[in-house]
């Protein structure tokens, strides 16, 4: 496995696409929703396992100098439990660093709290409720 940016517009159209099937398709949520105003200036970075064919997604984007934010991460669900997600995370950590990030934000879903809090994650409150049924809580980091 290989952690990655996608490049070209294919990459990124796979890219999204993990990105919609794992986070907005089982809420019937319409392709594109898997997509801010923020793409454009973000950092996207990927796992894949053969043929860059993404396995792992991930997004930081900055709200200021210091303060980066993860978001629209997601993995395949039969790549789940196997370090990819944590991968994934280093690795925009790390890229938010480089560029200035002092502390990075996130806002997880309930079921995802224990992932983030094993990578120093701390919730600072509960945030809010997607599609009227996924609570999130909003966890920050010192970096």
């Known amino acids: 496995m290989t952690i990655?940016?996608?490049?070209?517009?294919?990459?990124?159209?796979?890219?999204?696409?993990?990105?919609?099937r794992i986070l907005r398709k089982p809420w019937n949520q319409p392709k594109g929703?898997?997509?801010?105003?923020?793409?454009?200036?973000?950092?996207?970075?990927?796992?894949?396992?053969?043929?860059r064919i993404p396995v792992g997604v991930g997004r930081a984007h900055f709200n200021s100098a210091e303060e980066a934010q993860v978001r629209f991460m997601?993995?395949?669900?039969?790549?789940?439990?196997?370090?990819?997600?944590?991968?994934l995370l280093k690795e925009l950590e790390k890229k938010s660093k480089e560029k200035g990030a002092k502390y990075i934000i996130l806002n997880a879903r309930d079921s995802a709290i224990p992932f983030y809090e094993k990578y120093g994650y701390k919730v600072v409150k509960q945030s809010h409720t997607l599609f009227n049924s996924v609570v999130h809580f909003e966890m920050k980091k010192e970096l």
């Open 74 to 87: 997601a993995v395949e669900k039969n790549m789940q439990g196997k370090g990819i997600g944590a991968a």
């Open 4 to 20: 990655t940016q996608p490049q070209t517009p294919e990459e990124f159209e796979k890219y999204y696409d993990l990105r919609w």
């Open 33 to 51: 929703s898997e997509k801010d105003n923020k793409e454009e200036k973000a950092i996207h970075v990927m796992v894949c396992e053969k043929d």
